[in-house]
């Protein structure tokens, strides 16, 4: 990718920013002394962001940082009592806006919908006494099920404000997926609707999985949005006859909040544990400090609340008191720019989005774009996998007008956040970070635990626990150490490949597990697809390594055409690479498919390819977005 500056911050976005204030808060001239400052007191810094966004708290905690067991055991806040409701509610009611328009809504069918902070405030008081009517207790772990919808909301604070853990499950999930979470996590309840759309389709969600909860012997209530009857049943409508009036429970600060599941296809699902404090912490520093959220601003963010950025986005917008956006179904049906029109309809300000819908959206006839105003918006934020250079660009210049900073940031489930991010305060170039998250200690490094040299491949790592790490992974505290810190022994291992350029600019190349090694060369598959990507000729590709005894490992791509099939030449392709990259790299095999493996927000599952292209199991298929694109896949192993 270009390795020019592409954007400088005005004087007058750095000047208001957030990050400025911050600045000034913490009595520091700028970044660079905040980056050290954090690094050597990770402590000092999160204490500062707590303080910063008058995050509450109903006992103030004695001491902001106790890592006297070792890193992967830091606990935060110390003695100090809270819960998420206190801080994303229950703090702004006496303020103006809690009147106004908390959450619009808009059914994949056009049906629009929406509710206050006053009355939705009212609605998890009465979901939240109904959940204590029928038992649930302090500590009990409850499922949601469920898709876009403002009852999917309700349910979430609800079940935070009664001191119950939110079970997220993705509503694309088939029922053994689901089940088999429900049993790990020792679900005792679970929120779910009859009925929903996708594309047209209309699924039946209950349907999917009601003949299979009784394989978990934890649950004891279904909380049913729709009208069928059942013993374990409780209707949605069921909640207007209970009092709106709740107290939220007072809990340690550390206390779980959340499990989110990993959206990995192979092997046991790993349950990620978010605490209380944890999220809404790294949510006011990561996107309200760094990526300038502000309470004026209107969120829209389509990801499905069973994944991290679900409640990432249900965090972000509440505890500043702004205004959000969710909509069932996806980003380009019934319209194929749906997404745009909805920016422009309610005017939405700061909006996350994946390099996939962009790589979707940009083989689009730009003459549909011609009527529509996205002037509204001033920050978009990216993540979920690496960028290549043509799709950023068409973000940046053609939707962005070369306005609109591009806020890449890199992280994940385990960290309920980013690691990496963009700064305000520094250029931005095409698909970079320009600045590591402050308080998160990263470094890159080799498998022996020596740091690389600029623009060398590396693991990359954290030195130190951050607020916002998982607790350990639920109910499995050797595999956490395992798979985390035993790695590279005393570092968080995160699984991805990072670089690092001359200037400070970092970047992604995959995850580390699909690194491809062709005879001692090391190459992320970003590298491989991305000069596929530039041919203009394809909609996706895939890049992957499978064991060879002579070289280490073949590289197969596995393309999507924007043609049909037979008009493109494996040998045009291999061409690119050979120019680009070398013949080191030249691919042994090139697949045309119909479309490729993905999870629900979009991320191709390269180890799902790679398992067909040998002939291993996949894994649980249940899964993904599209289970039908592994058949195909199948018929190309070597």
């Known amino acids: 990718m270009s390795n020019e500056i592409v954007w400088s911050p005005p004087e007058e976005i750095v000047k208001n920013s957030k990050l400025t204030k911050f600045l000034k808060f913490c009595k520091l001239s700028d970044y660079d002394e905040l980056e050290k400052k954090s690094y050597a007191d990770p402590g000092w810094l999160w204490d500062n962001v707590i303080k910063f966004s008058d995050l509450k708290f109903y006992q103030s905690y004695e001491k902001i940082m ?30 103006k806006f809690f009147s106004e328009t908390f959450i619009f809504a808009e059914k994949e069918d056009g049906t629009k919908s929406s509710i206050t902070y006053e009355e939705f405030n009212k609605q ?13 207790q302090k500590g009990d772990v409850i499922a949601l ?31 053994n997926a689901v089940v088999e979470r429900l049993n790990i996590a020792n679900a005792k309840g679970i929120f779910t609707v009859e009925k929903t759309f996708r594309k047209g389709k209309e699924i039946k969600m209950f349907d999917l999985i009601k003949n299979d909860l009784d394989q978990v012997n934890s ?10 009857k059942g ?45 209380h404090i944890g999220l809404v912490t790294k949510m006011s520093f990561d996107e309200g400090v760094l990526a300038d959220f502000k309470q004026s601003d209107v969120h829209l963010c389509m990801a499905d609340m069973g994944w991290m950025v679900g409640s990432k986005s249900a965090t972000i917008a509440s505890s500043h008191g702004a205004k959000m956006l969710i909509a069932e179904g996806v980003p380009d049906f019934p319209d194929e720019i749906r ?89 931005f170039k095409v698909g970079s970070f320009n600045a590591p998250i402050p308080g998160m200690s990263p470094g890159i490094i080799t498998n022996d635990g020596k740091d690389v040299e600029v623009n060398q491949m590396g693991e990359l790592i954290m030195k130190k626990s951050s607020i916002g790490l998982t607790k350990s992974l639920w109910g499995d505290d050797d595999r956490y150490i395992n798979n ?97 990259l070398g013949k080191s790299f030249k691919p042994d095999k090139i697949i045309f498919v119909k479309d490729l493996p993905k999870t629900r927000n979009m991320k191709i599952m390269r180890r799902v390819i790679k398992s067909c292209l040998t002939n291993e199991d996949p894994g649980d298929v249940s899964t993904l977005l599209n289970p039908e694109s592994v058949e195909e896949i199948k018929q190309h192993a070597i």
Request: charged letters at 25%; glycine letters at 8%.
């Open 219 to 228: 649950l004891k209530k279904v909380f049913l949005l729709g009208d069928e």
């Open 339 to 427: 997404f745009w029109k909805l920016i422009e309809k309610y005017k939405v300000s700061w909006t996350e989005l994946s390099p996939a819908l962009i790589r979707a959206q940009m083989i689009k006839d730009k003459n549909l774009f011609k009527d529509i105003d996205l002037s509204s918006l001033r920050i978009i934020c990216t993540g979920g996998e690496p960028w290549t250079e043509k799709p950023w660009k068409w973000l940046f210049e053609f939707i962005g007008k070369s306005k609109v900073p591009i806020m890449n940031s890199a992280g994940g489930t385990e960290v309920s956040g980013s690691i990496l991010h963009c700064c305000l305060h520094r250029p």
């Open 231 to 275: 013993k374990k049943i409780f209707n949605w409508e069921n909640f207007k006859n209970v009092s709106d009036k709740l107290k939220t429970e007072e809990m340690e600060a550390e206390d779980p909040a959340i499990i989110h599941f990993t959206s990995g296809t192979t092997g046991k699902p790993k349950g990620c544990v978010y605490t």
């Open 484 to 580: 985390y810190w035993m790695v590279i022994k005393n570092f968080w291992v995160h699984g991805d490949l990072a670089s690092r350029d001359k200037d400070g600019h970092w970047y992604l190349h995959g995850r580390s597990d699909d690194t491809i090694k062709v005879s001692g060369k090391r190459i992320g598959p970003s590298e491989l697809e991305s000069v596929v990507v530039k041919s203009g000729k394809v909609k996706e590709v895939a890049a992957v390594g499978i064991p060879d005894e002579s070289k280490g490992s073949k590289i197969i791509l596995s393309i999507v055409p924007l043609a049909e099939k037979d008009e493109l030449k494996v040998d045009f392709f291999a061409d690119l690479i050979i120019k680009d």
């Open 124 to 136: 998890i008081s009465k979901v939240g006494n109904a959940l204590k009517i029928n038992g649930f």
């Open 145 to 175: 099920y469920m898709p876009q919808f403002i009852e999917t909301y309700i349910a979430y604070f609800a079940i935070l404000k009664i001191g119950c853990i939110v079970l997220p499950l993705f509503s694309g999930y088939g029922s």
């Open 66 to 95: 106790d890592d006297s067991k070792g890193a992967p055991w830091t606990k935060w806040c110390v003695g100090g009592k809270t819960n998420i409701v206190l801080n994303c509610i229950d703090r702004h009611k006496e303020k």
